[in-house]
């Protein structure tokens, strides 16, 4: 028999299995014991601590989230409290903007964005209200909505779930918008104090065409379609679930039954079942029994050959069937549900699909997609998103491959239509997306986001209608600069479709340059011919926007921006980006405002900015003719008392180097020597270097003079 060591001590267990031990600790008396002795001291920043306690108190959603190194998840954990932000941005036409969250009620003041237009909102803004929340972990976007979940489980809904069909509300002003955050809400009201109910508390949620789904932490599944209207429960009329709490149910046991999640699709709803696969079901296959009006009775399907589960730890296959089936399909890891289809992604980093149109469709099988593998050399892909007719598949080395619906239909017709000569449709790697980082994916109709690992975003698509859904700034914010062309209906990328993909900037600092810029920069009558001139020439167009592009990017990342007390280097945004969402015409993005670095970001550039407090004006077709961007008499008022200062910068005379001309607007621009060391940058300007061949002999931006302006007021 082997003796007890009552020497041992805590710092001399091994470190899996201290890791067993410090989920018990809350965050301070965790760092209270790292503080303890110096060999404890070295696990103060242990990963599988800090992103265990900072995912089961925020409910972030299982998705990678940058760095996964532990000072990272260790200042997420500290930062989610009071920096979570969502920006939104896209169309104003469907929803009055109450889909963004930007309140256009009058009684709301001047929440509205002053540089919104009728079209849509081509910047991204904070949502109204959100700062009164619990901090948000997840958002995602409906056809008409934007949807967010906080660190409590609550879903709050603004704008309309289904925009077909627009209720009557009190306020019949608003035609059933909401322009404002809501909470959504269930039948049975807790009484106000009263602990949340795990029945009703939401550990994960999906925003469709024109509803949600949401399922609690004791695996409910709830529906939404109207933000006025309490949550229905979603109960299967096919599918055999155990009753009562079946969140807690262990995954090695044979009978474990539970939903994993639920996916909301275009005009159909899903869940993963473990055990039973992927359940799919109807909006209009629904049965309402009067005896339980909260019920959702729905007419499911099982999804074929999804039930299976890799066994766990020393458990073995079941059956022959089983294992034969690992091996072909394997353990579903994702899925989504398209317009028509299902696609799946499973273990084996493979790739299928099915129709669920009918269930004839679904008897008929699934197929696997061809064309989703990873380059020669890396890692099986391990991610699937999204929504609508497109979706992606990428993995953790930089992959990125993406298909739409009419690969499905060919991919489809050629495994079950006799005698088919649909040739087979091959995704797309766009050259610009391969190997940077990206972790995330989001489609509307006309246009794709695109989220890495630094906590950008990229924007690629098109504007219906001018509605801002790019987030490249409108019109008269300088969108005509960044590579967009904007015609009477809508606007979209000028060159090769798969190359032109450009970053969302969220400062204001680089909208008022981008704007400044756009109306006029330093030479405004230079400025109005040049840009008649490169509008002729497509080529020269895409060079001006590579420029800006080069020129406007990454300010927050200016080395005397940097804080030294963040234990990650000195990389890190003013504004990261940890999720991404977009539906229809509109966009959202979850963000870490460092609001440290972003004030010290205004300090450094408000001294050069010239004031801007005039309202956009919607373009129209005389004056993109006339390379007019809409500007008001404001811009007139700063152009003359800026462009000497502003042309001897551009120059690199002495005068740039004395700071920015006092201003009895801004008060910042009181310190003007704070600001010195952008000076050898020149962010707000081009750098003459970079320009064109065609437009190095002018300055090339647009511009308008006072009796314009007279005109247009």
């Not at 608003?174 to 009201?189: A, I, M």
């Not at 234990?567 to 609001?595: D, F, K, T």
Request: glycine fraction near 8%; charge should be negative.
């Amino acid at each position: 028999m082997i003796e007890p060591n009552n020497n041992t001590s805590l710092v001399d267990l091994p470190t899996d299995i201290l890791g067993c031990i410090f989920p018990y600790l809350e965050p301070t008396e965790f760092l209270n014991l790292c503080s303890t002795s110096k060999a404890l001291a070295t696990l103060s920043l242990d990963s599988s601590y800090w992103r265990y306690i900072t995912r089961s108190t925020y409910r972030i959603p299982n998705q990678p989230l940058l760095r996964t190194d532990g000072a990272r998840w260790k200042t997420l954990y500290q930062r989610l409290q009071t920096e979570s932000r969502v920006y939104t941005w896209g169309s104003a036409a469907h929803s009055g903007r109450g889909g963004l969250g930007h309140a256009n009620n009058p009684g709301y003041g001047d929440t509205i964005p002053r540089y919104a237009s009728r079209y849509g909102i081509g910047w991204p803004t904070e949502m109204f209200g959100v700062e009164k929340l619990d901090p948000i972990v997840d958002l995602q976007c409906g056809g008409w909505s934007t949807t967010v979940l906080t660190s409590k489980g609550d879903l709050y809904s603004t704008g309309m779930l289904d925009g077909q069909h627009r209720p009557q509300f009190v306020n019949s002003s608003q035609r059933g918008v909401h322009p404002t955050l809501e909470l959504l809400r269930f039948l049975e009201v807790q009484p106000e104090g009263q602990h949340r109910i795990p029945m009703t508390t939401i550990a994960q949620f999906s925003s469709g065409r024109s509803h949600v789904l949401g399922l609690s932490d004791t695996g409910t599944i709830w529906f939404w379609r109207n933000i006025a209207v309490p949550a229905l429960e979603v109960r299967f009329l096919n599918t055999d679930m155990p009753q009562g709490d079946n969140s807690a149910v262990s995954g090695d046991r044979a009978d474990d039954v539970r939903v994993t999640r639920v996916v909301a699709g275009w005009a159909s709803s899903s869940a993963y079942v473990t055990r039973k696969g992927i359940v799919v079901w109807s909006e209009r296959a629904h049965i309402s029994a009067p005896e339980d009006p909260d019920v959702w009775t729905v007419d499911d399907a099982i999804v074929p050959d999804t039930y299976y589960q890799r066994p766990r730890r020393k458990a073995r296959e079941t059956s022959a069937e089983e294992e034969a089936l690992g091996k072909r399909v394997g353990e579903v890891v994702n899925h989504i549900v398209l317009e028509g289809y299902v696609v799946f992604l499973t273990d084996l980093g493979k790739v299928f699909t099915v129709r669920h149109e009918s269930a004839e469709s679904l008897r008929q099988g699934i197929v696997e997609l061809a064309g989703f593998g990873p380059s020669e050399g890396k890692p099986k892909m391990t991610e699937l998103q999204g929504s609508f007719r497109s979706f992606a598949v990428f993995n953790t080395e930089g992959d990125v491959v993406i298909g739409d619906r009419d690969l499905l239909d060919r991919a489809w017709e050629r495994a079950f239509v006799p005698n088919s000569r649909s040739e087979a449709i091959l995704p797309v790697r766009p050259p610009a997306l391969q190997n940077q980082g990206v972790i995330s994916l989001a489609f509307g109709d006309w246009h794709r986001l695109a989220l890495t690992r630094q906590g950008r975003i990229m924007s690629f698509g098109q504007e219906p209608s001018s509605c801002g859904c790019l987030g490249l700034g409108s019109s008269s914010e300088g969108g005509l600069l960044r590579g967009v062309w904007y015609t009477q209906v809508e606007w979209t990328p000028e060159g090769d479709s798969q190359q032109q993909w450009r970053q969302v900037w969220f400062s204001p600092e680089q909208r008022e340059w981008l704007r400044y810029m756009a109306n006029g920069g330093i030479d405004q009558e230079a400025g109005r011919a040049s840009i008649r001139g490169f509008l002729q020439h497509p080529a020269t167009h895409l060079q001006v926007a590579d420029s800006i592009e080069k020129n406007g990017s990454d300010w927050d990342l200016h080395p005397d921006l940097d804080d030294d007390t963040q234990p990650w280097g000195r990389s890190e945004p003013a504004y990261l980006v940890l999720s991404i969402a977009a539906a229809g015409w509109h966009c959202g993005a979850l963000v870490l405002a460092n609001q440290k670095k972003i004030r010290k970001m205004y300090h450094a550039h408000a001294g050069f900015l010239p004031p801007f407090n005039g309202f956009e004006q919607p373009p129209t077709s005389t004056a993109l003719s006339d390379a007019n961007t809409g500007v008001l008499s404001s811009v007139w008022d700063w152009t003359s008392s800026w462009k000497n200062w502003l042309s001897a910068w551009w120059m690199g005379g002495s005068q740039a180097e004395q700071g920015p001309p006092k201003s009895s607007t801004m008060e910042d621009q009181q310190q003007g020597h704070e600001h010195s060391y952008y000076h050898s940058s020149k962010p707000w300007n081009l750098l003459r270097r970079d320009l064109p061949d065609a437009a190095k002999h002018e300055v090339f931006f647009p511009a308008v003079s006072s009796d314009d302006v007279e005109e247009q007021t």
